[in-house]
């Protein structure tokens, strides 16, 4: 249980910070209530999460030499990717997840009415969230580790990440949001990708 709690806390916590999702949070904080945003931001990917963690304990039923080819294969394969990503990534480039983040939020707000309603901040957060998140790595992630690990760990700790960096983002992501290294979170995020590959691959061939 604690490793699966860890493994779901280090995989998001490292992997979403940075990513799209938290840039919409920054985004949107600066515009509308901090709480509001918050609420609709960590709602969103408690429910991603949940629903990742459900899809897992489905794909553990499968027999599991299949299941733990695919956790070892989609861990290294997210790890080369990202680390191929960061390596072509000029070291001074513009924050690209930055930039959709904006774009995504500027064009969502245009179809809604200027003054918005706490619940309407709350649901435009939420959607935002939940649409950028789906089908994102740390969803295919949180689907690995949930096939392999107890449920309650990686859902509990997955859950505590996406909290931490939403809470980063809301408070302090308008300071911190134009120092964040694109090129330094994809490289941390591809090394930590292959560490639990490696971690993978020694408990199932028990090396």
Request: one cysteine or more.
């Amino acid at each position: 249980m604690l490793a699966a709690f860890t493994a779901g806390l280090l995989l998001i916590t490292i992997s979403e910070l940075g990513d799209k999702t938290f840039f919409i949070a920054v985004i949107l904080a600066m515009r509308h209530s901090r709480r509001l945003v918050f609420t609709g931001v960590v709602a969103a990917l408690a429910v991603m999460t949940i629903l990742s963690v459900l899809v897992g304990q489905v794909a553990s039923l499968l027999p599991q030499n299949y299941v733990k080819f695919a956790e070892i294969a989609l861990f290294l394969g997210f790890g080369i990717k990202l680390l191929y990503d960061a390596a072509q990534m000029p070291a001074e480039a513009d924050c690209s997840e930055a930039e959709e983040a904006l774009s995504t939020v500027k064009e969502a707000e245009l179809k809604m009415p200027k003054h918005k309603s706490q619940w309407a901040i709350v649901m435009e957060a939420f959607m935002l969230t939940f649409v950028a998140e789906w089908g994102d790595r740390t969803q295919i992630a949180t689907i690995a580790m949930a096939a392999s690990y107890p449920a309650v760990g990686v859902t509990a700790g997955a859950i505590l990440g996406h909290s931490i960096c939403a809470a980063i983002a809301v408070l302090g992501g308008r300071m911190i949001a134009g120092r964040i290294s694109e090129r330094i979170i994809t490289g941390i995020g591809g090394c930590l990708f292959l560490v639990f590959g490696a971690m993978a691959i020694l408990e199932t061939y028990k090396l």
